[in-house]
């Protein structure tokens, strides 16, 4: 039996650089929008739409409900985001983009290109594209080892 190496583990390796990236961009969207990373996803997300529930918000962020349901209420109370009945779902609210969210998304998501395009500046187009489709792989396979929400929080 091998032993385990943790530098060479593969998910160990992805949260690394997937701490590192996130930490970086962190910082950017804090000093400049007063953003935390949960809030812009979420914003980036209801900017996609016309409403989007806070359960339909977590499957398509990968964010628990707990981290959700705070970005929500941060980005309501800063008038960002505007909470709406579900005529759909009794149960939910629809969340949507005030017209400050709007221009602050119009704002942040050329910063976030930008910032995603520094990071990748080491890797040719080529090698850009071929990540991509690794990552969309790995993700699949993983998905088939634990199906989505099986061990989640």
């Known amino acids: 039996m091998s ?3 943790l530098d060479l583990f593969l998910p160990y390796r992805l949260s690394v650089v997937s701490n590192r990236v996130s930490a970086a961009i962190a910082t950017a969207y804090d000093r400049l929008f007063g953003l935390k990373i ?3 996803r979420l914003i980036a997300v209801i900017a996609e739409g016309p409403g989007i529930t806070q359960q339909a918000l ?11 349901s705070r970005a ?3 980005l309501v109370e800063r008038g960002l985001v505007s909470r709406a009945p579900n005529e759909g779902d009794r149960r939910s609210h629809l969340l949507a983009l005030t017209a400050t969210g709007r221009t602050l998304y119009d704002q942040v998501a050329p910063k976030a290109l930008e910032l995603e395009a520094k990071v990748l500046e080491q890797l040719a187009p080529a090698e850009r594209v071929a990540l991509s489709a690794m990552l969309d792989r790995i993700e699949a396979s993983a998905t088939e080892v634990a199906p989505e ?5």
């Open 72 to 74: 929500a209420q941060a």
């Open 58 to 68: 977590g499957v398509a962020t990968r964010m628990d409900k707990v981290t959700v």
């Open 38 to 40: 949960p809030e812009w």
């Open 3 to 5: 032993d385990l190496k």
């Open 149 to 153: 929400g099986v061990g989640a929080d």
